[in-house]
Nanobody, 121 residues
Framework: QVQLQESGPGLVKPSQTLSLTCTVI??????????WGWIRQSPRKGLEWMGA???????YYNPPLKSRTSISRDASKNQITLQLTSVTAEDAGVYYC?????????????WGQGTQVTVSS
């Protein structure tokens, strides 16, 4: 069982860049042969897959978000990071990092607890 923990600012202003970190606390490392994804949830959109990074470092993005999203990893810190530029109120929600054994898209078998993001000036 892997433990994941998301962290980052709970409040971001419109047009700013949201930066979130997922720390792999135990059970795995970002370079293991898995996919590490970011998924968000909001009342309006439900669950939305944002993107993922594979063990090779290759990244995959949801096409509507691709121009604003960047996912990277720091193996020395056991962390996967998400950056989302030019945020708007529609980007508010709970952001999760998760691990998939088999696919960059779905399913994800281990999830962090999630971190709430509010977009407001």
């Amino acid at each position: 069982q892997v433990q994941l923990q998301e962290s980052g600012p709970g409040l971001v202003k419109p047009s700013q860049t949201l930066s979130l970190t997922c720390t792999v606390i135990s059970g795995s490392t970002p370079t293991d042969r898995y996919y590490w994804g970011w998924i968000r949830q909001s009342p309006r959109k439900g669950l939305e897959w944002m993107g993922a990074i594979g063990n090779s470092g290759r990244t995959y993005y949801n096409p509507p978000l691709k121009s604003r999203t960047s996912i990277s990893r720091d193996a020395s810190k056991n962390q996967i990071t998400l950056q989302l530029t030019s945020v708007t109120a529609e980007d508010a929600g709970v952001y999760y990092c998760a691990r998939s054994l088999s696919s960059y898209y779905w399913p994800y078998d281990n999830w962090g607890q999630g971190t709430q993001v509010t977009v407001s000036s």
